[in-house]
């Protein structure tokens, strides 16, 4: 795919909604499905302590945005009430918002043209108001209507790319499954994302479908004959097989996960990279019993993990430590860490 000038990873992404709440022009973030843009502009609109409006033109029609009217409270010489446009605050809201028009391309053409007004003057809105939309490129073969230039104009326009840095760095602070941190820190970030407009398959790998995989995973125990399933049907048919084969290896690799607690210096060591991978990862899962216990979990953890390749231990202590920042204090870290230069990345923790 060649690059276009207007493209924008998440980070990029994040400040520039950070600016439009400051600078107040509308912006328009494209991207393909389950990239992200929804979830970006909610957390930095909420963030700036402003309430967030999620308005879906797509569903609605001409009527529900000029409103309906309201005999009942009709009084003689006066206007007939209306009933607001539903979805959108009401206009004499004294809360600051963030006013996002979630697809709007994929919007009727008459809808389209009606929100003119509403996305320029800002007719109808709450009077402090910052206004963006989302949508998804006609090549994503999603439902699109093509707007028309002057609503296009009214918009600073950006398309949102993947990072798999950015993305992996945002997992890892969210809390997302070490399984699927380790899974993609294992492949290199190449499959974050498999979204093809052309595949006759259900779903496909995206940031969304990663993020409900890793609350499935945190939901507990999924029966072995569901496991390959569950995960090919949220991420596709090839990438669900492989994830599922490495988090099967559990079963494969139980008696070592049993023997790092009791030897963890004399316990079996996998050959397999994606065994190795899988070990770190489930050290790493393991902050309960970091965040009650730091010593005694680094007292094991830790001799195991030195005799992983180093970017396995520093994946494993990089997902653990920021959550639980005793660990760096611990004696068995000090001593392994502070001063050791193959682990200079994870010094800092010693502080």
Known sequence: MNPKPIDVTPRQMAADVALALRDNVPRYYWGAPGIGKTQILRQVIERENRKYCDFRAMILDLPDLQGYAIPQLMRPGEPCPMTGAPGLPPPDSPDAWGIVFEELNGAARMMQGALYGTILERNGLPKDNRVFATGNPASARGVNNEMPAPLKSRFRHFNLILCPDETLAYAQSAGWHPFVTAYHTMTGGKEWSSFDPKSPEETYACPRSWEDVSKTLHAGAIPSDL??????GSLGYGIGQKFAAFCRLWNELAPTINEMRTA??????????????????????????????????????????????DELCVFAMNAATPHTPQIGRTPAFIKSFATNARYAALAQFCK
Request: glycine fraction near 2%.
């Open 264 to 309: 963890p210096d004399a316990c079996p060591v996998p050959d397999d990279a994606a065994a190795q991978w899988f070990l770190a990862a489930t050290i790493a899962a393991n902050k309960a019993e970091a965040t009650a216990n730091p010593a005694g979990f680094s007292a094991w953890a830790i001799p195991f993990l030195c005799r992983l390749p």
């Open 227 to 232: 496991l390959t399933p569950t995960m090919c």
